[in-house]
């Protein structure tokens, strides 16, 4: 068999670790190049397929892929564009199977969530129907924890240990100024579905730290939260609130959608950080801070967990040696095997089982009066959070994270509008 | 000479690291113990002081105390409380060197900003007048980093670190979603009057990114604001922009009071970052997401600028030095003897000269558009983020920051109302 092509694309919300996964699959590649030519990498995610905007790997050096492994973000370029199904838009599957066959491109790497999963899957069933086919793997990757049968997804860990040190190092600062300012403190942090990064704010209780927690799993009930923080400051001084960007009224309305307007009448965006705060300011009458985290919290590189980066590392460098394998419309999976002392495998999964299923946090991870986390959870996340993997620094202060030359390999078919 | 007892105190807003300036006070003290007996210092500040709460700092470890430079926030807890004038108020001054007086207190180490500088002063002056001759020595410490004549203040260069580091990661994170999805970040950072926090954002220029800044210090010009943007993503495809919580509009109002009403019709606190991540909406159509730091800025030990952590405990060390050298209503300070390599010392200043008196960011360290920082401004801003110092971490991924005991000393007086 002559050596294939791989492309590799990174999909959707991007992560501090997702370059860690690209790293892992280009450097395995590049030790079997005889049967892996070159990695082509799509210029903004699948488009780049789409429109045979297809990145050189060749070209980058090998520190410079190296250097992925600490960078955060999508190096690539990522994008927010779901294929649509077979039957609605055949044309958009043809086109990829024509430029793979076009780059003698035998393997798809696909490094993304759940429509990813979905799309991998479908480029693997086609491109074996049309007579071109294709191996075709994905990489798990989401804040959002949502994919089954692997343990975590690539991306959660660091936000978990970003969300946990920062919400203990804020509640520290107001458990300083409590006596004479503010006792309240609320992070507002992601997961719009599930509350996976909200769960993690919850082990600085372990610290010592009054925490309620808003999950998107538990209807908000003003009276019953009120109820909690007052008790909270009472007892302590002070309280901190983690509350989920999900976090909704029994009708379904999102907390942050309060009807707030502008001076011009205009509805206003905001988000739920301001309007718990606010509110705990009417009702107790508690001086407040609060933070929104936002990309900061999926960014932050600078705090990752080991845990997470050799994982992402792991799985992009196992689904390279599973394509050699032969394997085919897989995921690698985390597989844990012990909490104390942490260990974990590569496994994997396939695909029919993974796409379109979502995986939600399990009820019993919550407290029964729905604002804390359990045992069970706190046993689950831990060794996600584990260790710390810095990236260098340059002598100024700055890190040292890369930005590739990304150079783009000439084009051999027609103009495909995307 | 007898050996008498210190007083330490920590005052207003806390930092990453005022523990570390508290740690050099109490080490020093303890290398010195024939003429320092012992540290005590006020819960929650200087109303410790008033209300006789004094922790006794010698029933800590000498492993707690050094897990002081480690750890952010206030250990002893501080206070926003302003002593009123001399004239105003004299009851609380007299109180003050009532209770040194009661405790055999020769030593009085306030670490704080301005404020604390003035009644620092204050103390000296009355102590003195009132036959009971204290040492009062200011330890600089504010993330607004407006104390005169010292060239930086502890507490501000780790927030510049966090700022600058945080700003770029969510700049990568941007540009590799631009091409479909978001375009513009916002990021929010403390500085009321001042927009030192905010300049530390402009770092990110050098690193490729294209970034606009509003500084407390420039009025905000709508339309100039919104042709600075729409070049920066006609030309990169994204643009982050750093809004310091000050900026406002000619007229003085802040743009975070965008008269704001939630559906009750109640003023709505938020913050500026959602007023110009909509702002720019609304003007030229680009999806945005927005942070606000809050105090997940100023408590970020995780990653402290190491010359900061340095420098506040140098600090603290060299104010006890100064006092046993017979100093008296001093502040050290950090003076700079060359930026590359980066070189200091510290220095000392009369407290009559640092009482009330702010230092605003020089005006030509803003780029003539008032959009930007100057080669000035980075020279000035480099060496305070240089260096990371690292706290230590648990084997479950937490930081390991220490909470102390913080027992009180026996009270020997009638209770005072603060």
Redesign the interface.
Known sequence: MSAKNAFYA?SG??T?VINASACGVIETARKHSDKIANVYAGR??I?GALEEDLIDTSLESAEDIAALKN?????F?????KLKSLEDNKVEYERLIEVFKAHNIGYFFYNGGGDSADTCYKISQLSEKMGYPVQAIHVPKTVDNDLPITDNCPGFGSVA?YI???A???S??????A???TKI?V?EVMGRHAGWIAAAGG?IE???IPVVILFPEIEFNKDKFMAQVDAKVKEYGFCTIVVSEGTHWPDGKFLAE??????FG?A????A??VV??MIK?ALGYKF????????Q??????A?E?DVEQAYALGQKAVEFALEGDNAIMPTVDRISNDPYEWKIGKAPLSEVANVEKMMPMDFITEDGFGITQGCKDYL???????A?PT?K?????D?V?LKLQSVDKKLEIFEV
């Open positions: 990174q919300g991007v501090a903004n995610g488009i960078t955060p973000s999508g190096g370029g990522s994008c927010r564009f240990k946990a040190v920062s203990l190092e804020a520290f600062d107001v458990r300083s100024m006596k004479t300012s403190f992070l082990l372990d610290e010592g309060q009807g707030t307007r502008d001076s205009h206003q965006l905001g988000g950080a301001p705060a606010n009417d801070h609060w933070a929104v985290a936002d990309y900061l999926r960014a932050a590189r600078h705090l967990s845990s831990y060794p996600l959070i584990k260790g710390e810095y620094y002598d100024n202060g700055m890190p994270y930005t």
